[in-house]
């Protein structure tokens, strides 16, 4: 069964302080794996894909990585406007489905 | 380039009304979905489609319908609203993840925060 699940749940980092989020997932014929960023009242803004095992993608304070059964979102030196919940989301060839994690409530103290 | 707009922004029902949840999206993709979010439960899918004139159910679709009569557009209806419908709904579209190309990310509305009394 294809399921995605993500921890931890909440994770508080003062400012400055490097930490990473996990994504574990199960899928058959991965078409893609799916970082988001939700903000308090707003919908899921969308940050990286990545396709195969090996792959990275950075952008500013956040570098995603991902491997055959997990991907990692590692924050670098966070800030409080880092604070958001990150989402996770596997998609599949065979099903026209995308499968998300529960996600990870960051809050970053000054 | 609006991408996902979604209407209303809220809304409040009484038990028993009916009411339809307005999507659209203007990136000409194929996949368009509706989620609702409740606390502690992530999205869940209710409805989704692959094309115009195709739909199909998700994991929650008990007292809802959708129909995709153009590819821009993906209402949701409730047909007879109850409390536990209650809830913040998102629409999302995407291109197919047949198609060629790696672009093929969800983009999400900013969602419509339904209180059903």
């Known amino acids: 069964e294809d399921q995605v699940t993500q921890s931890p749940e909440a994770l508080r980092l003062q400012e400055g302080e490097s930490s990473s989020l996990n994504c574990s997932y199960t899928?058959?014929?991965?078409?893609?794996l799916f970082w988001y960023r939700q903000d308090p009242g707003k919908g899921p803004e969308f940050l990286f894909t990545l396709y195969s095992a090996g792959e990275e993608k950075e952008k500013e304070r956040l570098k995603a990585t991902l491997t055959k059964k997990e991907s990692f979102l590692h924050i670098t030196a966070p800030k409080p406007e880092d604070s958001a919940t990150y989402l996770c989301?596997?998609?599949?060839?065979?099903?026209?489905?995308?499968?998300f994690g529960s996600g990870t409530k960051l809050n970053v103290k000054p | 380039n609006a991408g996902v707009t979604q209407t209303p922004k809220f809304q409040v029902l009484k038990t028993g009304q009916s009411m339809t949840l307005q999507c659209a999206q203007d990136m000409n993709h194929e996949y368009m979905s509706w989620y609702r979010q409740d606390p502690g439960m992530g999205l869940r899918l209710i409805h989704y489609?692959?094309?115009?004139?195709?739909?199909d159910q998700g994991e929650v679709p008990n007292g809802y319908n959708v129909s995709r009569s153009t590819t821009e557009d993906f209402p949701l209806r409730l047909l007879s609203a109850a409390p536990s419908q209650t809830s913040v709904y998102f629409c999302a579209s995407s291109y197919s993840p047949h198609r060629g190309s790696e672009n093929t990310e969800a983009f999400f509305g900013q969602g419509t925060r339904l209180t059903v009394v």
């Open positions: 489609s692959v094309g115009a004139g195709i739909t």
């Open positions: 989301a596997v998609r599949a060839f065979r099903v026209n489905k995308f499968y």
């Open positions: 899928v058959s014929g991965l078409r893609g």
